[in-house]
Every structure is written in C-alpha cells, then in structure tokens.
C-alpha cells in the first residue's frame, strides 16, 4: 500500500470508524439527554432515565465492536487490492444512476442480512455468544449502537466485504451507505420516537422502521427483528403484537405531562 504498511492502515481505519461513532452518537447524546430532556421527555419511549454505568458499558463494548470493524475494513481493502470484489474506481465507468442504485441496493440488502442474522442469533444456542451483550441494555442510548459482542461486531461488519462482492460499487457509493447505516443504527437507540402520530395511519409504516420498533426489541427481547424496513417482519409475522399501539401511545402523550425526568445520566467521560 505504497509507504503505509498494514498497522498504519489499521490505525488510520480505527481512527476513521471512532471518530464516526463518537460524532453521531454525542451529537444524539446531547440533543437527548442534555440538551433538550425535558423538552422531548414526553417521546422517550421508555420513560427511565439511564445510569451513567450503562452508558461507560455501551462505550465500552462499542469501541470493541469499531476495532473489529476496523479490522474487517482493513481484509476487504486487501480483498479489493486483489480483485476479489467488484469495487470500481472511476465514477465515470457506470452511470450516476448506478450509482444511486448501488446505494439503494446495499441499503436493502442489508436490512435483510440483518433480519435473518439477528433472528438467528436469537436462537437459544446462538444467543448467549452472539447477542446476549446487545441485550444487557434494555433502555439503550445512542451509544448502545455498536455494542455488540466480539462474535455479533463479526457477523455485522461481514455485510461490507459481502456488498461489494456481490454488486459494482464505487467507493463514493460505499462511504454514503456507511454513513447512512452509522446515522439510522444511532437514530434507532436514542430511546425516543420522533415520528408523528399520523405514521401509523399511513402506508408507509408498512415499509420503514420507527425507534419505537427498536426500543421495543431490547424491552421486550423477541420479535421486531428489523433493522431500516418494516416489511421483512411484516413478512414473517414477527412484529411484536403491541407495536402499533405503543407508538400510538408514545405519540399521543402531552408535550406537559407532569412526568418530568429528575435527572439525568451524566455525560459520559
């Protein structure tokens, strides 16, 4: 790789992947839960405040999950330098509206490796290696969206080498899709719903997710197993039973509700 070697692209991909995580995830942070508590606390899906000791967890278990991601980043550069995968450098040999395409195509087939990976790693022998770390949080917040354990931080970072693989991808293409997936895994663990009401009396619903889907998931710890789309569990009939009317009560409730949070986990150091 010219004059870097390896470690140093290690390094530089780390860096790159932390500095991501830590932007999307304190930017939510501090909209959330300091900035705008009290103001959004009638949309806090669970209505509990978290301890700063879940949160130092959450941090803990994400920066492991962005090494392994790191790492992984580094093998599917060597596998495109060895033209194992069907990346192109020049934007100029396909159409911009490939380009597009690729995006939409990556984004969809990674809500459905995500479905069936997730439902899978629910299965009881799966669970305790893969997903139980994700799960010790069941009022997540946004840096609860990279805590994965060791073997799940695999499973998930395995759909980049296995996109560009599968499709022609231009780099360009590559980096908005992982931003795009960075931005819509935090917006999911935040722990509050910012759709309006009228979301669940259109047929959009039908097609994307809400953090209230999500939240639910890590509550309730079965079913609502997508990730950017609704139709796969819509599909297979593993929406949770209360899904709908729980974002119609969440939405519903008065912007002065005499609920008010006391307090506040402290930000994380």
Do not use: C
């Not at 991909?13 to 932390?18: H, I, V």
């Not at 991808?169 to 509050?192: C, D, E, K, P």
């Not at 890590?218 to 209360?242: A, I, S, V």
Request: no cysteine; net charge positive.
């Amino acid at each position: 790789m010219n004059e870097l070697t390896w470690l140093e692209i290690l390094m530089a991909a780390t860096a790159s992947t932390l500095v991501r995580y830590l932007f999307f995830a304190s930017l939510a942070w501090a909209l959330g839960y300091l900035w705008f508590r009290r103001q959004w606390f009638h949309r806090k899906i669970i209505q509990v405040m978290p301890e700063s000791a879940q949160v130092r967890l959450e941090i803990k278990h994400s920066i492991v999950t962005v090494v392994i991601f790191s790492v992984v980043a580094v093998l599917t550069l060597l596998a495109v330098r060895q033209g194992w995968t069907q990346v192109y450098w020049k934007i100029s040999e396909r159409p911009m509206s490939w380009w597009w395409a690729s995006i939409g195509l990556m984004i969809l087939l990674h809500d459905t490796w995500f479905y069936w990976t997730h439902r899978a790693m629910h299965h009881r022998r799966l669970f305790r290696y893969f997903h139980r770390t994700h799960h010790l949080f069941s009022n997540p917040t946004p840096w609860a969206s990279f805590a994965f354990s060791p073997a799940e931080a695999v499973v998930q970072a395995a759909i980049f080498p296995l996109a560009i693989s599968l499709m022609p991808v231009h780099l360009t293409a590559f980096g908005v899709f992982m931003l795009w997936q960075m931005f819509f895994n935090v917006v999911g663990h935040t722990g509050y719903e910012y759709n309006r009401p009228r979301f669940m009396q259109s047929p959009i619903r039908f097609l994307l997710n809400t953090p209230t889907n999500h939240i639910m998931h890590h509550e309730k710890m079965r079913g609502n197993y997508g990730l950017y789309f609704n139709f796969w569990d819509r599909l297979m009939g593993t929406n949770h039973p209360d899904y709908e009317h729980r974002f119609e009560e969440i939405t519903s409730r008065p912007a002065d509700r005499a609920s008010k949070p006391d307090s506040v986990a402290a930000p994380p150091s």
